[in-house]
């Protein structure tokens, strides 16, 4: 069965500072990847998607994952933390090629952001 | 906004009861996908519907029921419920055509307390 790794349970940055948020997946191909972000008494909010091609995807607010076939990874990545990316982080897989299936998520990454 | 829209969005019952929770999809979208989230089991996949039927079931107690009525809302049912049930209940749509690679998009989530 596919599974979501997300090795981080909390993560503290500096505002200001880089972020990468590690995840890892086990899946027999090449899965569809997301990223969500949960901000406190929110619900799922997409940042970003890969499906096929260029492996360095952008997103939304400033936010890239780099998708990495070999280390069956999909690490989440921003240049410059804001205050306001202060959230839960959960990487999500989908089964390959029948798309529209549910996604199977990891167990998320606080983030939190200090001055 | 999602446009992805839940009610109510607390829920405060006691054990034994039965409650109903609601989901109206983004317009146009025909899948609709319900999950559940815990501190202990984090996001998990209930069940989705498309158009109408079934198309999927996860992790779904035999106490849990769904349907999705002929206007594409979905009501989830929760019977005898039991303290491990308090969660946050998420719907999410998607324009859900098989074999396509649609977003799932998520709903503020109703957050259930059974005392």
């Known amino acids: 069965a596919q599974s979501v790794t997300q090795p981080d349970i909390h993560i503290t940055v500096s505002e200001g500072a880089s972020l990468e948020l590690r995840c890892n997946y086990s899946y027999g191909a090449t899965p569809y990847l997301f990223w969500y972000v949960q901000s406190p008494g929110q619900g799922l909010q997409l940042l970003l998607k890969?499906?096929?091609?260029?492996?360095l995807v952008q997103g939304i607010k400033g936010f890239e994952a780099e998708f990495k076939r070999s280390q069956s990874s999909f690490n989440l990545r921003k240049p410059s933390v804001h205050w306001s990316d202060a959230a839960e982080y959960f990487c999500?897989?989908?089964?390959?090629?029948?798309?529209?299936?549910?996604?199977?998520f990891g167990k998320g990454t606080r983030l939190s952001v200090i001055a | 906004d999602s446009g992805v829209t839940q009610t109510p969005k607390h829920l405060i019952t006691a054990t034994g009861q039965r409650v109903t929770l609601r989901c109206s999809p983004r317009?146009?979208?025909?899948?609709v996908y319900w999950y559940q989230q815990s501190l202990d089991q984090g996001l998990q996949f209930l069940i989705q519907y498309y158009n109408g039927e079934e198309r999927a079931k996860g992790n779904i107690l035999e106490r849990f029921s769904a349907q999705q009525f002929p206007d594409l809302h979905s009501e989830l049912n929760l019977s005898s419920l039991e303290l491990g049930d308090s969660a946050l209940y998420f719907c999410a749509s998607s324009p859900g055509a098989p074999g396509g690679t649609d977003t799932q998009y998520f709903g503020p989530g109703t957050r259930l307390t059974v005392l």
């Open positions: 890969y499906f096929s091609g260029d492996t």
């Open positions: 999500a897989v989908g089964p390959p090629a029948r798309g529209n299936t549910p996604l199977v």
């Open positions: 317009s146009g979208d025909l899948s």
